[in-house]
């Protein structure tokens, strides 16, 4: 409720897909899972039905370079498809971005990416999306051996922030690449920013600690 108040939707919905995903882990009853995802879907339909901005942003993103939106709601992502076209296969290179100068708004934090499109091309957008898929399915290893190891809820913490970090790069790379609607979401790790990257940083900090404990019991220890 504190998120819509903002408003941040786009945080409510990372929140609420962390929620659902650990719920779906731990093995909730199938009937129940499937009913709170319908209110869910049903509950963000109508929170963006009854915001005129929200719609707005909807119709941008199906078309930003319409003559009504390239100067509005379109804006960011017109410009971050002009940065990816740019870089190219191999991009431009580092620090020769021209859309960072001011001409992409929010380069810095929520449309990254697209910079580093710009700068690195093709081959640096699929070696980004490569690390994070390996950090992604690394995490969710660890929190898979923390269950196995019968350490259910150390385990289901780790497969939360695997859940987070996934699927929070995947929509700020969608947004970037124009395949999703624009979203106030940082790039995990990389994105400028103070509480976000620190909140990153501390939840790494404890799928570390759940993979040293993991560590411990194999090795007959103590956590």
Do not use: C
Not at 88 to 115: M, N
Not at 197 to 222: Q, S, T
């Amino acid at each position: 409720v504190l998120l819509l108040a903002e408003p941040d939707m786009g945080a409510f919905m990372v929140i609420v897909v962390i929620a659902m995903g650990i719920l779906f882990l731990g093995g909730v009853n199938a009937r129940m899972f499937f009913l709170i995802a319908f209110l869910v879907v049903v509950a963000f339909v109508i929170i963006i039905g009854f915001s005129e901005w929200r719609r707005e942003r909807i119709f941008a993103y199906l078309n930003p370079w319409d003559e009504k939106h390239a100067l509005g709601k379109g804006y960011q992502l017109s410009h971050a498809l002009i940065a990816i076209g740019r870089g190219e296969i191999f991009g431009v290179g580092l620090g020769r971005s021209v859309e960072k100068l001011h001409w992409l708004p929010e380069a810095h934090t929520d449309f990254l990416l697209a910079v580093i499109g710009e700068e690195f091309g093709l081959i640096g957008v699929l070696t980004l999306i490569i690390m994070f898929l390996w950090i992604t399915r690394r995490i969710m290893h660890i929190g898979r051996r923390a269950v196995a190891l019968d350490r259910v809820f150390s385990g289901l913490v780790a497969q939360g922030v695997a859940v987070w970090v996934g699927f929070q790069a995947f929509i700020n790379m969608g947004v970037n690449l124009g395949a999703l609607p624009t979203k106030g979401l940082t790039l995990p790790f990389m994105s400028f920013g103070g509480s976000a990257i620190l909140m990153n940083l501390v939840a790494l900090a404890v799928v570390l600690r759940v993979d040293y404990e993991n560590k411990e019991l194999m090795r007959g220890g103590h956590p």
